[in-house]
């Protein structure tokens, strides 16, 4: 006689691992923890990039400006908005350049702002860069101007003397941003030579608590963007200049 076995086949349950709502909150709370020392972190990077970037882009404005200079002969200016976002490269009209083409103050009595007489002037192609020259740029998202350090520029007080040109108090030294409000720098000058107003200009993110300073050496026009300083290495780096100088 067969023996028939059956084979009992056992049925296991298992029960679902689940979380309870206690441990939901420590993980809610330890991700809120984490993310609040990130983010300090986070944000100073950020930051560090939009500083490096409004420097790049004023460096390649200078660059842009000087060859401009070179260019059409024309000196050209730069001014920016103290604590603001805006910067303006404008003709830096002074009479010389009416004094070179054999005008006097009697047959040219009106200058305007961008330089050019009263009388029709042919249009230069290389006179004026389209979206460089006589327009409004404005620096990234939470970075603004902080100020500058500027040198002596003797050619400037010259040119500005109305004592070695009867045509300067004609042109009146008057900038575009005489019209826009706001609070706006002395200018940066790009002469036709190449040289330009030596200068450092100070970019500020929206905290004020770190810095980069694009540099510009006059003799030779070459500028440079610096790396990103805390507040406390800038005034350390305005200590030492100081005393260099009274040495």
């Excluded at 826009?180 to 030579?193: N, V």
């Amino acid at each position: 006689m067969k023996t028939i076995k059956c084979k009992m086949r056992r049925t296991v349950k298992t029960t679902a691992a689940a979380f309870t709502l206690f441990e939901l909150l420590i993980v809610l709370a330890v991700v809120v923890i984490l993310s609040a020392v990130a983010y300090p972190t986070i944000r100073s990077i950020v930051g560090s990039e939009y500083l490096t970037s409004g420097g790049d882009q004023v460096r390649i404005h200078f660059a842009q400006a000087r060859n401009q200079a070179i260019r059409s002969g024309q000196t050209l200016s730069l001014r920016y908005e103290i604590a603001g976002k805006r910067y303006l490269i404008e003709p830096w009209t002074t009479g010389d350049e009416f004094l070179e083409a054999g005008m006097t103050s009697d047959t040219q009595p009106q200058i305007n702002l961008m330089g050019m007489g009263a009388v029709e002037v042919e249009p230069n192609p290389n006179h004026v860069i389209e979206k460089l020259v006589g327009q409004i740029h404005t620096l990234p998202e939470d970075i603004t101007f902080a100020g500058s350090v500027q040198s002596f520029d003797a050619r400037q007080s010259i040119l500005g003397d109305a004592s070695y040109n009867e045509l300067t108090e004609v042109a009146g030294l008057q900038s575009a941003t005489d019209g826009i409000a706001g609070t706006w720098s002395d200018p940066i000058l790009f002469y036709p030579d190449g040289s330009t107003t030596q200068a450092e200009v100070r970019l500020a993110n929206d905290s004020k608590q770190a810095f980069v300073m694009v540099r510009i050496r006059g003799l030779t026009g070459v500028t440079y963007v610096s790396n990103v300083v805390t507040v406390e290495e800038l005034q350390q780096l305005d200590i030492q200049r100081a005393s260099s100088q009274n040495q």
